[in-house]
């Protein structure tokens, strides 16, 4: 199931496609994700074998195999599951282009050109969830989401879709949703979460120690130097105590962490090796800091490692002047 995928560079711009407007597209959404569920034997598929559904603008479903059952070393199997990791299979709304000469007549690198992260959907179809890939058009992207678990987005149609797409997933989508863009440049999913600032969304952080580690030097850059400690055995500190920007205190609420679950031990050895301390006790972390309209600024923070009363690690980390 290792599919070559495309250089960035060579992709082509996309648009979004005129389509035929049904009068029950609720209804073009239900059938297409049945088709999917229980291909038509003309498909040509073998005892098992999945599929994924590119729904079309002329609202056909087109049906794309993923590999046979037992044609994928295990190993690729777990690195497909840890995209979306559940309990259950999933029914996901995909967004990309589609452009029909490269699906009727190209072959699978004209397909790549389309839909660059075409290999993740055929992955994800393979370990079992139900993909319906479509152009996002205004007249069938709200009927796509009643029944989605996940709306996943092509990053290259995002400027493409209306301007309340957000408002309308984060209301029609069922509980416990998850909305990711596809990220063309670096290929990564990207989670999108509800914000008050800006258009009504933005992009999430993931949960975990590595993304903790980093969130805290972003918010500690942010505001005067104040000394930050994290001790192993203990709750990480709240970011949404340490900010003081509205903007940034709203920023940081908004932030997936349970801070009590975050393992502070883990987050002290990552900024240790950020700061190459190695087995110092001192040292210093330097960064840069993303500050708006695509510049960098450089800072610099102090690190210190002791040990409490109890013999736990203790790293204090402070804003360098």
Same mark, same amino acid.
């Given at each position: ?7 960035? /560079? ?45 729904? /079309? ?26 995209? #979306?990791? /559940? ?46 890939? @479509? +152009? ?5 992207? $709200? ?8 709306? #996943? ?11 309340? !797409? ?34 009504? !969304?933005?992009?999430? +952080? ?44 709203? !920023?940081?609420? +908004? #932030? ?17 090796? @950020? ?10 972390? $330097? ?17 210190? #490692? ?11 980390? +402070?804003?360098?002047?």
């Amino acid at each position: 199931m290792v599919i070559k995928m495309p250089e960035t /560079t060579d992709l082509p711009e996309p648009y979004m496609p005129a389509v035929d407007v049904r009068p029950d597209m609720r209804a073009v959404f239900v059938d297409a994700r049945v088709a999917v569920a229980n291909p038509d034997p003309k498909a040509g598929l073998a005892s098992g074998q999945r599929c994924l559904g590119i729904l /079309t603008p002329g609202r056909m479903v087109m049906i794309v195999p993923a590999p046979k059952l037992g044609a994928v070393p295990d190993q690729f199997v777990e690195q497909v599951k840890q995209l #979306l990791p /559940t309990d259950r299979p999933l029914k996901i709304a995909a967004v990309s282009f589609i452009e029909l000469n490269a699906f009727i007549k190209g072959g699978m690198p004209d397909k790549l050109k389309c839909i660059p992260n075409l290999p993740q959907l055929i992955g994800l179809a393979f370990v079992g969830h139900n993909i319906i890939v @479509f +152009e996002g058009h205004p007249s069938a992207f $709200e009927f796509a989401l009643p029944d989605s678990d996940v709306l #996943l987005i092509d990053s290259g149609m995002l400027p493409l879709l209306q301007g309340d !797409w957000a408002e309308l997933a984060f209301r029609a989508m069922p509980e416990g949703r998850r909305i990711l863009v596809y990220d063309r440049k670096t290929r990564a999913l990207r989670p999108v979460i509800k914000s008050k600032i800006g258009p009504g !969304w933005r992009y999430g +952080e993931p949960d975990g120690e590595a993304s903790y580690a980093n969130c805290l030097l972003t918010t500690l850059a942010k505001r005067n130097s104040v000394a930050v400690e994290v001790t192993a055995g203990q709750a990480t500190p709240d970011l949404s105590m340490l900010a003081v920007d509205p903007k940034e205190i709203e !920023w940081t609420v +908004e #932030l997936p962490f349970t801070y009590e679950r975050l393992d502070a031990a883990k987050v002290i050895d990552i900024l240790r090796r @950020f700061a190459k301390l190695g087995d110092a006790a001192s040292g210093k972390l $330097e960064a840069k800091l993303a500050t708006g309209g695509g510049k960098l600024e450089s800072v610099a923070f102090a690190l210190h #490692l002791t040990k409490d009363a109890e013999g736990r690690q203790r790293l204090k980390i +402070e804003k360098a002047a």
